[in-house]
């Protein structure tokens, strides 16, 4: 038995979900480039538990249902209320309060598929009020109530902000959404599968797929990536900041892919939606920092840019916290980790690989006297 690091190659489920080919992302057979420019993220939502495309009476079913789940238990709100405040993460919270929702879900253990679709719109629809409310919360403000009549995307800058937000901002917002819905068998996806392959139940998925979207390495990389922006403050300043990062081999977030080698095909709506917002926000220099930034990165390293890369001036642009670019991105993903949660139970194996053994050979028990 030897051990693939990082399981790099290894097929690990069938899916029909979605796919990466030749550099291409698809949903369900769509070309992410096409449901970006097309589609709202409900119908993105309906594609990937449904595996097709819905019709206007089962979008406006699926909107619906969404809008009568958004509420929140008070009982939430009320324990971020208790956290440190200053100081806890957001995705943190989120981890807590998606596992708390659970605790509320008098049907969290039942395990029929109707269940567990109902479980689905709950979870779907009450993420974005527990992320907003969060934020709102840790500045000392009420949560505001949501109002699905705007639609997703335009719903959660409304509760984030209290301000119904321009069209500009809703287009780039429910683009990112779409962006970030599915992509096949990342690590908090492979997390939520091999959780929910034991028969646990939704929220416990979910609960776990956060825990691994959180790391720098998934999806933390968009806060680290603003965080760099932030530092280097200046277009002047790029060269010799990501030299020296360069020279002393760190790595430079926003970079890379496991999967993808000429390049991530997320990268390049947000990059346009990144030069449109930065500047109708007045902050050009943002978007020209990260052109900056890309250039030297795919010179030196040939690395492309990811998803996380540009969707950080995105969000930055449209007045979001950075370390809410995490939970957001958890707000999508959502979606894709459900449906592969309810793919996973329709046919479902325990997921137990091996490890290769590297430790001491045979050993005898020796008395704690005689160590
Ligand atoms: C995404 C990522 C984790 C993939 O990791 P991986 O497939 O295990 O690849 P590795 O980390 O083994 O990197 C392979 C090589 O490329 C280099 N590399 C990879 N990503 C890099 C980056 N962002 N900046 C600089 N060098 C990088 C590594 O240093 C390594 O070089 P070496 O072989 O000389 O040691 C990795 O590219 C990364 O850490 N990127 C930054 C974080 C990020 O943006 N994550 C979001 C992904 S959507």
């Not at 690590?187 to 599968?193: D, N």
């Not at 449209?318 to 894709?336: C, K, M, N, Q, Y």
Request: aromatic residues 8%; glycine residues 6%.
């Amino acid at each position: 038995m030897t051990a693939t690091r990082g399981l790099e190659g290894i097929v690990a489920a069938e899916t029909k979900i979605s796919s990466i080919i030749d550099d291409t992302l698809t949903y369900v057979g769509y070309d992410i480039d096409d449901l970006t420019e097309n589609a709202t993220f409900e119908e993105v939502v309906y594609l990937l538990w449904h595996t097709r495309l819905p019709n206007k009476a089962e979008l406006a079913e699926l909107t619906q249902s969404l809008a009568d789940n958004a509420e929140v238990p008070q009982a939430i709100f009320d324990q971020f209320k208790t956290y440190p405040l200053d100081t806890v993460h957001p995705m943190a919270a989120l981890r807590s309060a998606i596992s708390l929702l659970g605790v509320y879900d008098s049907e969290a253990d039942e395990m029929s598929t109707e269940a567990n679709y109902r479980k689905a719109i709950r979870l779907q629809a009450k993420i974005a009020t527990v992320v907003t409310g969060f934020s709102r919360i840790r500045k000392g403000l009420e949560p505001i109530a949501p109002k699905p009549e705007l639609g997703y995307a335009a719903n959660f800058l409304y509760m984030l902000h209290g301000k119904e937000p321009a069209p500009i901002e809703i287009e780039a917002f429910n683009k990112a959404l779409v962006l970030h819905a599915d992509h096949e068998l990342n690590a908090s996806t492979f997390t939520a599968r091999v959780c929910v392959a034991t028969l646990s139940d939704v929220y416990s998925g979910i609960t776990s797929a956060i825990g691994a979207l959180k790391g720098p390495l998934h999806g933390g990389a968009n806060e680290q990536v603003m965080k760099m922006l932030s530092e280097i403050g200046s277009l002047d300043n790029v060269e010799n900041y990501i030299q020296t990062k360069l020279n002393n081999k760190e790595k430079i977030m926003g970079f890379g892919h496991r999967v993808y080698r000429k390049g991530d095909p997320r990268a390049k709506h947000l990059r346009v939606m990144s030069e449109k917002l930065t500047k109708l926000t007045g902050k050009p220099e943002l978007y020209d920092m990260s052109v900056k930034i890309h250039d030297m990165i795919v010179e030196q390293k040939n690395l492309p840019a990811n998803v996380d890369f540009f969707s950080a001036s995105v969000y930055d642009s449209l007045g979001i916290e950075h370390d809410l670019f995490t939970p957001i991105f958890a707000v999508s993903r959502t979606s894709g980790w459900i449906a592969h949660i309810l793919e996973q139970y329709a046919n479902n194996r325990l997921i137990r690989p091996r490890a290769e053994y590297v430790g001491p050979g045979m050993q005898k028990y020796v008395s704690i006297e005689e160590r």
